[in-house]
């Protein structure tokens, strides 16, 4: 059974009884956050913030630990129902000191997508002048 810090004092009634569920539900599984990320479709730092009540988990986060659990859905749907009208939406929940509370803006992971394929386009095109600066030209 994992050993689960404490929950945020900051999180709902309704959110504290989801999350304690959902940690229950997974406790037993007996599977560790990384085996739960393989079965399902979300990573293991997802479940880590989802179980410790940082961020609200998805519907189908929800649902997915249900399958692999073999639980019934629909209690712990109704469940997510009412965490869903109390969390706090907008940030999540810090669960103990934070190191960092900025949030990336709109379009920030689409920018970085973009600037690393531009700085890999550029580094091509600098070894590719270069190396057509060192061959022999041929005219030998």
Same mark, same amino acid.
């Given at each position: 059974?994992?050993?689960?810090?404490?929950? &945020?004092?900051?999180? &709902?009634?309704?959110?504290?009884? %989801?999350?304690?569920? %959902?940690?229950?539900?997974? $406790?037993?599984? *007996?599977?560790?956050?990384?085996?739960?990320?393989?079965?399902?479709?979300?990573?293991?730092?997802?479940?880590?913030?989802?179980?410790?009540?940082?961020?609200?988990? &998805?519907?189908?986060?929800?649902?997915?630990?249900?399958?692999?659990?073999?639980? $019934?859905?629909?209690?712990?749907?109704?469940?997510? $129902?009412?965490? $869903?009208?109390?969390? &706090?939406? *907008?940030?999540?929940?810090?669960?103990g000191p934070?190191?960092?509370?900025?949030?990336?803006?709109? *379009?920030?992971?689409?920018?970085?997508?973009?600037?690393?394929?531009?700085?890999?386009?550029?580094?091509?095109?600098?070894?590719?002048?270069? %190396?057509?600066?060192?061959?022999?030209?041929?005219?030998?």
């Amino acid at each position: 059974m994992t050993r689960w810090r404490p929950l &945020p004092d900051a999180l &709902p009634r309704e959110a504290r009884h %989801l999350v304690g569920q %959902l940690r229950t539900l997974k $406790d037993r599984t *007996g599977l560790s956050l990384a085996e739960l990320a393989r079965r399902t479709a979300y990573s293991k730092s997802s479940w880590q913030r989802y179980l410790s009540g940082a961020k609200q988990p &998805p519907r189908g986060a929800v649902q997915a630990l249900c399958r692999v659990a073999g639980a $019934d859905q629909a209690r712990l749907l109704a469940l997510w $129902d009412l965490a $869903d009208q109390t969390w &706090p939406h *907008g940030a999540a929940v810090p669960a103990g000191p934070v190191v960092d509370t900025a949030t990336a803006p709109p *379009g920030a992971e689409y920018r970085r997508w973009r600037a690393a394929a531009l700085v890999s386009f550029a580094v091509i095109v600098v070894l590719l002048a270069g %190396l057509l600066w060192v061959l022999p030209t041929g005219s030998g």
